[in-house]
């Protein structure tokens, strides 16, 4: 950050009074830019024993798999934001279900959350943030192409439970980062 976004004067690193952490201040209007974590949801849409993957048409992850996930937008619900971003990506319908993981990654300052959900009908396509959308068993995850490491750990979680035959909370951190993951 450079400018205030406030009144377009610089901003510098300065630790506010009260405060343990250097913070963007401007120099002009005294206003403190806070940088806060970001928030990921998603959703595992089930259709029988299959849930619904997404491949990316977009960097980070060109051509991965994933569940249909992304940035939580202002003034929605978290559980809205699973349906909303399953509708983007692959324009599907969900019943949101019980939130399933939480997952802290703190290297990269977020918290992603996934949800189970219900596939409401089989008329989804891939929207404009992928290249194909299709139902998966178990057995045909591609285990070595999964975009993301949160979406490889919920999945998973999800199978294991499901073996299992309860489904709990999982709330998990992901710590260690190797090069271009998350
Ligand atoms: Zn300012």
Not at 106 to 132: C, K, M, N, T
């Amino acid at each position: 950050m450079k400018f205030c976004s406030n009144c377009g004067s610089t901003v510098q690193l300065r630790v506010p009074a009260g405060d343990t952490l250097l913070r963007h201040t401007c120099v002009s209007c005294g206003s403190i830019h806070y940088e806060n974590p970001k928030i990921v949801v998603g959703a595992i849409p089930e259709w029988e024993d299959r849930i619904l993957l997404c491949r990316r048409a977009i960097d980070p992850r060109h051509g991965y798999w994933t569940l249909p996930a992304g940035f939580m937008e202002n003034s929605e619900t978290t559980a809205q934001a699973a349906a909303r971003e399953t509708l983007e990506e692959a324009c599907a319908r969900i019943e949101v279900g019980d939130m399933f993981t939480l997952i802290n990654v703190p290297h990269i300052s977020q918290v992603h959350i996934v949800y189970r959900a219900r596939l409401l009908d089989l008329d989804f396509r891939p929207g404009e943030e992928s290249l194909e959308v299709a139902l998966f068993s178990e057995d045909e995850i591609p285990w070595d192409d999964i975009a993301f490491r949160t979406i490889s750990l919920s999945l998973r979680r999800f199978f294991e439970d499901r073996r299992r035959g309860t489904f709990r909370f999982h709330e998990e951190d992901i710590t260690a980062p190797p090069p271009d993951t998350i």
